[in-house]
């Protein structure tokens, strides 16, 4: 029984970046999705966004699948901004959106006075008791700094439940953290490079990552000029603490936070799947170092700079990447799309726009319906004949158990050699 209960107060929200995305981390089995709305979001550059009207369309495949949905409205808000701010939270409260992520106490207050729920951004850099008291008259939840370690945040939860202290929902007030993903070089993501560089402040979601890229040292004189160590010193590699997940649930947190709203819909569904594994694995006592193994090669697959274990474990130095962009084991690259499926034969029509697919290949097929779809080509024919290779301009046509909608892309997965 206690094992049971431990599941149950473990969420996994993952990150909403466009519809491929959102059902990606429903099939997936996400707990809840996150997700930005126009430009005050902390994603409002890099990731598509979703607009007011979308909020209907949300609500809808949420309340389908019984997941939370939570909107992120987490930026700095200035004084001509706070009428868009409003009608925002207006929208997302008619729209009965579960909670609003925020920092700026005009978005709080506002949030509160609607009776909306809201959580706590990493913004808000929570790092000890007595912040966790102040903002539980507005928040039922909060994301601690990022650079708390897990002793400290083991102190919280534990001064939580014996001081019970509780949101305005009149529940304990409950922890989240950031479970795998990027990470900033920055105090919980407050840096002010692309501010000085470009007029174009990270804390207002229009980060232009110039941490990400490599640099130079010269000398005074301009003679002498050095790569440092031929490494991206400013570049922290990726969040990934599927190892130590028992020693997070043990801390007492109560939601696990998925990075990458600007990444795509195999990294959430892929990311998603292995976390609910771990937790699962962790309630019913069967998390091994050889699952462990199994699920950070899976991880590798996907979009990622490298991973560390960030601070949780006491670390004081980040571990920084050693190349631009991702070193994931896989990519993808895009073949054609869907023009037709056979419901009763269970059979995907294919239209192929580049390259080409062989039996035995793996494809993702992803859509703003489907989500994801993985799987292995066993067949494949042309004109009803059976072919081992296409060739552009073919409408093949392949096995395929799950629907398929017309215009979901095929993409072919490559492995890194």
């Keep these: ?39 005050l979001n902390m994603r409002a550059r890099s ?17 389908k699948f019984n997941v939370r949905s939570y909107l992120t409205l987490n930026t700095i808000i200035y004084d001509h901004e706070l009428k ?43 790092s000890n008791l007595d912040s966790v008291k102040y903002w539980s008259q507005y928040a039922d939840v909060m994301v601690t700094a990022r650079e708390l370690s897990l002793e400290q945040i083991a102190s919280l939860t534990r001064a939580i439940k014996r001081q019970k202290i509780k949101g305005p929902s009149g529940n304990l007030v409950q922890i989240e953290v950031f479970a795998h993903g990027a990470l900033c070089m920055a105090i919980s993501g407050k840096c002010y490079l692309s501010l000085d560089h470009y007029n174009a402040s990270a804390n207002r979601g229009a980060c232009f990552q110039l941490c990400r890229r490599p640099y130079l040292v010269t000398d005074t004189d301009g003679e002498i000029e050095l790569a440092v160590d031929n490494e991206y010193i400013m570049s922290p590699k990726d969040l990934c603490t599927i190892g130590f ?3 997070i649930v043990k ?13 795509s819909p195999e990294y959430v569904k892929t990311v998603v799947t292995c976390y609910r594994e771990a937790a699962k ?19 590798k697959t996907v979009y990622n700079r490298g991973f560390w274990d960030g601070y949780y474990l006491g670390r004081k130095m980040g571990e920084w990447a050693g190349q631009h962009g991702s070193v994931a ?5 895009y073949v054609g799309k869907v023009t037709n499926y056979f419901k009763k034969l269970k059979v995907a029509e294919i239209k192929m726009e580049s390259g080409y697919l062989s039996a035995g290949d793996r494809v993702y097929f992803q859509g703003p319906t489907t989500g994801v779809i993985e799987l292995t080509v066993s067949e494949l024919r042309v004109e009803l004949k059976r072919v ?27 492995t890194n050699r």
């Design 388 to 414: 081992g290779k296409t060739v552009k301009g073919d409408r093949c046509s392949i096995p395929v158990e799950l629907l398929l909608r017309r215009s979901d892309k095929v993409y072919k997965i490559i």
């Design 281 to 299: 694995a962790v309630q019913t006592g069967t998390f091994t170092p050889e699952k462990v193994s199994d699920w950070i090669r899976r991880l």
């Design 245 to 247: 997940l028992d020693k």
């Design 251 to 263: 801390a007492g947190v109560s939601i696990l936070k998925i990075e990458g709203r600007g990444r």
């Design 47 to 63: 990731s598509i966004n979703f607009t007011l009207p979308d909020l209907v369309k949300i609500t809808r495949i949420c309340r």
């Design 1 to 39: 029984m206690q094992k049971h209960s431990i599941l149950k107060k473990i969420e996994i929200t993952a990150p909403a970046g466009t519809w491929e995305s959102l059902m990606a981390a429903i099939h997936a089995g996400a707990g809840s999705v996150y997700f930005g709305v126009g430009i």
């Design 329 to 333: 084991t896989e990519y993808k690259e």
């Design 84 to 126: 868009l701010m409003k009608r925002i939270v207006d929208s997302a409260k008619k729209n009965e959106i579960s909670a609003i992520i925020a920092s700026d106490p005009s978005v709080i207050q506002y949030a509160k006075s609607l009776e909306m729920e809201v959580h706590m951004s990493t913004q808000t850099n929570i």
